[in-house]
T-cell receptor, first 114, second 115 residues
Framework: AQSVSQHNHHVILSEAASLELGCNYSYGGTVNLFWYVQYPGQHLQLLLKYFSGDPLVKGIKGFEAEFIKSKFSFNLRKPSVQWSDTAEYFCAVNARTGGFKTIFGAGTRLFVKA | DSGVTQTPKHLITATGQRVTLRCSPRSGDLSVYWYQQSLDQGLQFLIQYYNGEERAKGNILERFSAQQFPDLHSELNLSSLELGDSALYFC??????????????FGPGTRLTVL
């Protein structure tokens, strides 16, 4: 069965620090990969997604993620975080032959100190 | 604002009761998804409908059921409620059958508290 692991449940950074959130999935076939963000009191929204092509994907608000097929990973990065990036971040995977289920990771709560 | 609406925002009820959560997808979206978000289990996929038909099932309990109506709104029915059903229930919608590549747009959620 598909599963998604997010390594860090809580991350605390100071403003301007660099961010990398880990995401690994377990599925051997072709996958679609997503990062969603949930700001405090708001609904989940898409940060970026990967379907095919360039494994380095750029999303909104300066976020990017790199798909490394050999490592089954899709880590999220941002070179310099801001206080407004404080949110919960979810990695999600949808396998193209696994039906229409999107499996979410447990989420990583990021707190950015001003 | 994602364009997905959910009602009610909050619901407080007692164990053993039955509740109905409602979701209206974005205009033009044919697929509706239901998720449960709890502190101990994270965001769990429950069920997906496409144009009125069930398309995928996740970790949905037998006490829970859903349907999508001809006008494409969806309802999630939760019965014989238990304390552990307290959670945030999200609805999401997407354009259509290309579920693999569709971006899902999430609603604000319904917070269910079972006392």
């Amino acid at each position: 069965a598909q599963s998604v692991s997010q390594h860090n449940h809580h991350v605390i950074l100071s403003e301007a620090a660099s961010l990398e959130l880990g995401c690994n999935y377990s599925y051997g076939g072709t996958v679609n990969l997503f990062w969603y963000v949930q700001y405090p009191g708001q609904h989940l929204q898409l940060l970026l997604k990967y379907f095919s092509g360039d494994p380095l994907v750029k999303g909104i608000k300066g976020f990017e993620a790199e798909f490394i097929k050999s490592k089954f990973s899709f880590n999220l990065r941002k070179p310099s975080v801001q206080w407004s990036d404080t949110a919960e971040y979810f990695c999600a995977v949808n396998a193209r032959t696994g039906g229409f289920k999107t499996i979410f990771g447990a989420g990583t709560r990021l707190f950015v100190k001003a | 604002d994602s364009g997905v609406t959910q009602t009610p925002k909050h619901l407080i009820t007692a164990t053993g009761q039955r509740v109905t959560l409602r979701c209206s997808p974005r205009s033009g979206d044919l697929s509706v998804y239901w998720y449960q978000q709890s502190l101990d289990q994270g965001l769990q996929f429950l069920i997906q409908y496409y144009n009125g038909e069930e398309r995928a099932k996740g970790n949905i309990l037998e006490r829970f059921s859903a349907q999508q109506f001809p006008d494409l709104h969806s309802e999630l029915n939760l019965s014989s409620l238990e304390l552990g059903d307290s959670a945030l229930y999200f609805c999401a919608s997407s354009v259509g059958l290309a579920g693999y590549t569709d971006t899902q747009y999430f609603g604000p959620g319904t917070r269910l508290t079972v006392l």
